[in-house]
């Protein structure tokens, strides 16, 4: 059984990192990409960054470049998200996800198959 679990959110205020984990198991990590996604209150599940198999590829919304950067350990079975100068739009629930066949330009939440149960993140202005 595939099962993804996230760790790391909190409430911080604007300015501010954090650092989200995923820990990946009951399938090969290294086989799958990894992505993350956010969903605020009344809003759909949004596209955040994703990362090739090896992790020589990256993918950002725009809303994150220059302050996001995910990044992963195959030997862990772990993917981060190092969020730094947080601002109160980020504030979600973050949600890993995983998938053995997508590439790090598939957007869509709808086209991955393994998810984590999410982790808040909140930032107070």
């Known amino acids: 059984q595939v099962q993804l679990v996230e760790f790391g959110g909190g409430l911080v205020q604007a300015g501010d990192s954090l650092r989200l984990s995923c820990v990946l198991s009951?399938?090969?990590?290294?086989?799958?990409?990894m992505a993350w996604f956010r969903q605020a209150p009344g809003k759909e599940r949004d596209f955040v960054a994703a990362?090739?198999?090896?992790?020589?590829?990256?993918s950002y919304t725009d809303s994150v470049k220059g302050r996001f950067t995910i990044s992963r350990d195959n030997a862990k079975n772990t993917v981060y998200l190092q969020m730094n100068s947080l601002k109160p739009e980020d504030t979600a629930v973050y949600y890993c996800?995983?998938?053995?066949?997508?590439?790090?330009?598939?957007?869509?939440?709808?086209?991955?198959?393994?998810w984590g149960q999410g982790t808040q993140v909140t930032v107070s202005s």
């Open positions: 996800a995983a998938d053995p066949y997508k590439g790090v330009s598939d957007t869509s939440a709808r086209n991955y198959d393994y």
């Open positions: 009951g399938r090969t990590f290294s086989s799958c990409v």
């Open positions: 990362i090739s198999r090896g992790g020589a590829s990256t």
